[in-house]
């Protein structure tokens, strides 16, 4: 499963970006939030993600806080 770390949320909107280990960016939709909360997510933080098929490009899932 891949890591990263939260690079922008934009709360009113419902979704944000991770950027992974290897520099790539991710998008990802609070309803990919899987443990905990897409409101206790904070930019900076590590999560764990899956990657999931979009005709737009790469989008996490699954996305889970480490730690």
Not at 28 to 33: N, P, Q, W
Not at 54 to 66: L, M, Y
């Amino acid at each position: 499963m891949p890591s990263g770390t939260i690079k922008r949320l934009v709360r009113d909107r419902g979704f944000g970006f991770i950027r992974d280990d290897g520099g790539q960016e991710w998008f990802f939709h609070r309803s990919a939030v899987r443990a905990g909360n897409f409101d206790q997510l904070d930019e900076g933080q590590r999560v764990s993600f899956e990657e999931e098929p979009s005709p737009k490009g790469p989008r996490a899932g699954n996305v889970q806080a480490e730690g």
